[in-house]
């Protein structure tokens, strides 16, 4: 909490320099099973990805730096034969008190489930519509149809204490999909449901969803500035660190190389957080810091349940 209360002062002060992190965005890797529209990295943004070994450095620095929830995400995290592995380690050799997993949610089996829910507070598993706009929007088919399935594998392991989290990225294509959307994770027994609305709808609009459905609404039209940049790292599959993931082509440290301090608040990094509060194009429309804030007071202090 007060690492937090810190982040928020470093960025109400319109600081370049930042507390240390609370959250770490892992990309452990670009690969993906699927081919969504909206997205470069199966297409092979990175040429490679950090090994097991290069792996669990980099949580070891993100440990010793106290990371409180570490996101680990890709790419598709099950693409890597090492994933247990390494999830064992953030959680039980390391004991970093929150770990996520972002999955498409396609590659969960039955053998694995066990290993992942010991070591997971969460599974955050992106559905983009029903049925065949899914399979649509993820470019494979048949892709919705084994989300069901492996949920339902999911939900019989998570007695013991693993949340649910369904996130919806809204696009012109899956708009009026919303509602279905939010039955869905009703029926799943999710613990909460996020819109990352990149669809080009106006402000009032989504915001009078948001209230009347009670879940992070998404759109800032004059964004300045980002709380993000003061609490939360990202880190690609190269293991370098960028200051988030729409800022994706931007590198502002390596976690191979240097500490997570150094690379936090790099010169490159001081200057990103001074060009932010300036005001980013890409920062106008972003949905990131409200779903993510958010999404890490729900963490916290379990204030809004959706079912
Ligand atoms: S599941 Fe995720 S990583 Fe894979 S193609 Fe879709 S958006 Fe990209
Ligand atoms: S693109 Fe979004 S997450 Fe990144 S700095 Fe801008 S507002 Fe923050």
Same mark, same amino acid.
């Given at each position: 909490m007060i690492r937090s209360l810190k982040a928020a002062w470093k960025y109400l002060r319109h600081s370049k320099e930042a507390p240390e992190p609370l959250v770490a965005y892992f990309?452990?890797? %670009?690969?993906? %099973?699927l081919r969504c529209?909206?997205? %470069?990295?199966?297409?092979?943004?990175?040429p490679k990805e950090v090994s097991t070994c290069e792996a669990k450095l980099i949580l070891d620095k993100l440990a010793d730096v106290n990371i409180q929830i570490l996101s680990v995400t890709g790419?598709?995290?099950?693409? !890597? !034969?090492d994933i247990s592995e390494l999830l064992d380690y953030a959680k039980h050799t390391l004991k970093i008190p929150y770990v996520r997993l972002q999955t498409n949610a396609t590659l969960l089996t039955k053998n694995l489930i066990p290993d992942l829910a010991d070591c997971l507070d969460d599974v955050w598993i992106s559905v983009d519509g029903v049925g065949t706009m899914h399979d649509y929007i993820r470019g494979v088919q048949g892709t919705f149809a084994k989300v069901e399935q492996n949920i339902h594998l999911l939900n019989m392991v998570r007695e013991n204490g693993l949340n649910l989290i369904v996130n919806m990225v809204v696009t012109n294509y899956n708009r009026d999909q919303k509602n279905m959307v939010k039955q869905l994770a009703v029926d799943w027994h999710a613990d909460h449901l996020f819109y990352h609305d990149v669809a080009n709808v106006k402000a009032e609009e989504s915001r009078q969803f948001s209230s009347e459905m009670n879940v992070g609404n998404v759109y800032y039209p004059d964004r300045r500035g980002c709380l993000i940049l003061y609490s939360n790292l990202m880190i690609n599959p190269l293991g370098e660190l960028i200051p988030c993931g729409i800022l994706?082509?931007?590198?502002?440290?390596?976690l191979l190389e240097q500490p997570v301090m150094e690379a936090w608040n790099s010169q490159e990094m001081r200057l990103i957080r001074k060009k932010v509060w300036r005001g980013l194009l890409a920062c106008k429309q972003c949905c990131v810091p409200n779903t993510t804030l958010r999404s890490r007071l729900d963490d916290w202090f379990n204030l809004s349940r959706l079912v």
């Open positions: 990309m452990i890797t %670009n690969k993906c %099973n529209k909206m997205c %470069n990295y199966w297409k092979g943004l990175y790419g598709e995290p099950l693409m !890597r !034969r994706d082509k931007l590198v502002v440290g390596n």
